[in-house]
């Protein structure tokens, strides 16, 4: 398979919220990996896979976990340190023109260049087709309209068409 063609083994789901009293500002981050599924609904089978598939044998959960949960706090640290560097003096600690995570996600993410459908509920109610051309410094998904106009989207849902 390839690269640009891969399946989705996993998604990240965040939704902001404000306490009801006092009205300070909450975000719910939710992941789902994929890890050792052998089958998928059929609206998902050509979208789908798992880290078991790919390594053609099931992966160790707990080795997973361990490694998922460190790399998570690991970033965790690197977004409050460079938040703190940047409140306390304007800039990023690396001076940088990105936040070193946003850098790494465009390295390592198979978006950029792709044609997607975008909406907040792109299956029953998609807003527009559109090409990813990177993510803003803000962490706005930056998209190409066909008419050529760009926009950046700060949130909502994607799928590819590709």
């Not at 992941?31 to 992966?59: D, H, K, M, R, T």
């Not at 998570?72 to 340190?81: F, T």
């Not at 909406?119 to 559109?130: E, L, T």
Request: aromatic residues 12%; glycine residues 10%.
């Amino acid at each position: 398979m390839s690269w640009s063609k891969a399946k989705k083994i996993a998604g990240i789901l965040m939704e902001g919220f404000y306490g009801t009293f006092s009205k300070e500002e909450y975000t719910l981050i939710g992941f789902g990996i994929n890890i050792n599924n052998n089958e998928f609904p059929a609206a998902l089978s050509g979208s789908a896979v798992s880290a078991g598939i790919y390594l053609g044998q099931p992966a160790d959960l707990e080795v997973f976990t361990c490694c998922f949960l460190a790399k998570l706090s690991w970033n965790l640290g690197l977004l409050h340190h460079e938040e703190d560097c940047f409140l306390s003096d304007g800039e990023w600690s690396n001076r940088r023109p990105y936040h070193p995570l946003v850098e790494r996600w465009c390295q390592l993410s198979n978006t950029i260049d792709r044609r997607v459908l975008f909406g907040f509920d792109v299956v029953k109610s998609p807003q527009y087709q559109a090409t990813v051309t990177g993510i803003s410094a803000t962490g706005g998904l930056q998209l190409r309209l066909d008419d050529g106009t760009e926009t950046v989207e700060h949130s909502g849902e994607i799928r590819y068409l590709d």
